[in-house]
């Protein structure tokens, strides 16, 4: 990957993201004054007044829109007032956990989407094709919300084996990763499958078994190299939906990720949280689009980017 290209993503980036952040700054007033949600029903009008100015929210729209954008330019969110603290402080603590919580949750479905896409495929019209295949429409068809609740009630209610919600040890990430695993993994066993099965009838691999090539060579290396190519994609599409947070999902099982934060900011009507955390996924969403780039690169040395 040249320099020149890596500048030419980030420059759209840096267009797409000041498009992003504006909108962003116009949406969240829509939501309502946090000074009624932050003070007493009771609180007089000069408590009232005090409280929009040391939030700036007594100046025109334009002026805080001025003041905002300097703001960002040097990456001052301001401070959170649900947590009295910094918001980016706050979005930095919840990211990893977003990120690592999608990161295990992708790779297990990339990987087991590969495994049962490619035995389908071999298996093309016969039962085993059929069983993966109403496996994988299931998978991608369930909303996660209900798979969220009817893990909670059948492991944690019912069975007891798994906690309701909460972060800590290795215990109270299987519900939401499991919730995840599931739409990922049944729409890339659609594509990992098609995909397959149009590469083992291409030329190259009718080629390759009349050379000889063992069976298990030319299905997993030859056609799975090239079917791999459509899946990638829409991994990346995949993984820049989960880095904005399984926001239903989180809020499910209290996980303390990006997406919870972000719902709940906007709740609170914390100005400052929702614009640091879309900051913070757009930057990641920028970094996983040139991975992706990268990664397409390194399957199909044909593709080059420039």
Known sequence: MSFTYFLKRAAFAALALAALMTSAFFLVRLTGDPVNLYLPVDASDAAREAMRVRLG??????????????????LDFGMSLWHNRP??????????????LGAIALALAFTAAIVMGSIAA????????RGVNVLSQAAASVPDFWLGLMGVLL??????ILPTSGFGGPVYWVLPVACLFARPFGTLVQIVRGSMI??????????????GAHDGRVTFVHALRNALLPAVTVTGDLAAQFAGGGGVVEVVFGFPG???LLIDGILKRDFAIVQASIFAVAV?????????????ASIDPRVRVE
């Open 122 to 129: 071999v298996n093309a019209g016969g039962w085993i094709d």
């Open 57 to 74: 929210l007594d100046r025109s729209l334009p002026a805080q829109f001025f003041d905002w954008a300097w703001d960002i330019l040097r």
């Open 155 to 160: 492991f944690a209610v019912t069975f007891r």
């Open 284 to 296: 990641v969403i920028f970094f996983i689009n040139v991975l992706v780039d990268m990664l397409y």
């Open 258 to 260: 990006i997406g919870k």
């Open 198 to 211: 149009e590469a083992l009838n291409a030329t190259f691999v009718r080629t390759a078994r009349a050379k």
């Open 87 to 100: 918001a980016m402080d706050v979005v930095l603590e919840a990211l990893p956990n977003t990120l690592a």
